[in-house]
């Protein structure tokens, strides 16, 4: 048998025994004395004369049960009914009807605004009972299922928080790894990340960006942005740290690396059996970012929109600071001769409107270039451009 539907049943069982709390409302003592008299044996009884007495006396203590008169002066049933409905703090609260037999259209009525039954004038004792005893244990079933499900749903929210950590890892791990083999760039990987979130927020509502770029979107893509570069680990020591400009047969090496990273983490995916989606940003970043726009990037040669979206934005944000900083190879730029590289570029090398929400941004990549200098002699003329 289903362990859960074993234990809803003994939850139900344990509220039949239990000393539940009933409220019954009736401006007739007549009818309050008469079902007092069916109840109290098995129930603790409360009983109210009126709508008012009544929200009066759930406000102290709440019932698990109300026995509920249609036609009552004042407040009526309805009334009553709608207000305790309505409130969150009462709306759990099942709520039996008391009618006679003419009332059959209030009845529908009563039911249509929440009451769970309905008990008719003149009483029976063992419906009573059976009707009441029924509802309570429908409640506590509700109640089980309810606390069984907050419990999973905060267990479901720790595993959640838990991979999305484990996520965080091993993108760290790898970015770390990535560093120690190429660790002259210093904090480039840390600002081409916030370069990358700058550009994506300012694109996020343009009708070209805003169907990918949503808030959990830009958050990979802002973690998976340091990856860019992670296929250098494949690259000799002798071309990935040489003094000096590389040759051409070094640098068609050297532009092997977006290949080197994406097939390395297809291969891992390729082994646990299934893809990544947290890596899908990834990959596209890391093996497109050096396409450009019109066509003469690597190593695809990819046009246009068919490069991915987190590509463009790395390939200009990675431009941006390796043209800023300074190298072995070269000198460093100002901010202002960059930008005007970058401009020029625009519909060449760099998406036209990546390149608008740059020189709409481009004091806030300043900003993030001076916050996040180098700990190498890097980026040298870059604090005062």
Aim: glycine share 6%; aromatic share 6%; net charge negative.
């Amino acid at each position: 048998m289903d362990t859960n539907t074993d234990a809803v049943r003994a939850a139900a069982e344990t509220a039949a025994t239990a000393k539940h709390k009933i409220l019954l409302v009736d401006d007739s003592s007549e009818s309050l004395y008469a079902l007092a008299r069916i109840l109290a044996s098995t129930y603790e009884v409360r009983i109210a004369t009126g709508g008012e007495l009544a929200l009066q006396l759930i406000a102290r203590e709440r019932p698990d049960l109300v026995l509920l008169d249609i036609v009552m002066p004042g407040m009526s049933g309805f009334d009553l009914l709608e207000r305790l409905k309505g409130d969150e703090a009462t709306r759990e609260i099942p709520v039996v009807l008391v009618t006679s037999l003419e009332e059959d259209d209030k009845e529908e009525r009563g039911l249509s605004l929440g009451a769970v039954d309905y008990i008719r004038k003149p009483f029976k004792a063992g419906i009573v009972r059976s009707r009441v005893s029924m509802q309570l244990k429908l409640k506590a079933e509700a109640e089980f299922l309810r606390e069984r499900a907050d419990h999973l749903a905060l267990q479901a929210m720790q595993r959640n928080r838990e991979l999305l950590e484990g996520r965080t890892v091993a993108i760290m791990t790898m970015v770390t790894l990535a560093e120690e083999r190429d660790n002259e760039t210093g904090a480039h990987m840390q600002r081409t990340q916030h370069y990358v979130r700058v550009l994506a927020e300012a694109l996020r509502d343009h009708p070209r960006f805003r169907d990918y770029l949503t808030d959990a979107a830009i958050d990979i893509l802002f973690k998976s942005a340091p990856l860019h570069d992670i296929g250098k680990v494949g690259i000799s020591d002798s071309i990935l740290l040489k003094p000096g400009r590389l040759t051409k047969p070094e640098r068609k090496i050297m532009q092997d690396h977006p290949l080197i990273g994406f097939n390395a983490i297809k291969k891992a995916e390729r082994k646990l059996g299934h893809t990544l989606d947290f890596l899908e940003c990834a990959k596209e970043i890391i093996y497109s970012h050096h396409e450009r726009w019109d066509g003469s990037g690597y190593p695809q040669g990819l046009t246009g929109d068919e490069i991915p979206i987190p590509a463009r934005l790395m390939a200009l944000a990675d431009v941006y600071d390796a043209l800023l900083c300074r190298r072995v190879y070269k000198g460093a730029m100002s901010h202002e001769e960059v930008t005007e590289i970058i401009a020029a570029a625009s519909g060449s090398h760099f998406d036209p409107d990546v390149v608008t929400a740059f020189l709409e941004h481009e004091q806030e990549f300043r900003d993030i270039a001076r916050r996040f200098p180098d700990w190498l002699p890097c980026c040298g003329d870059n604090q005062n451009g």
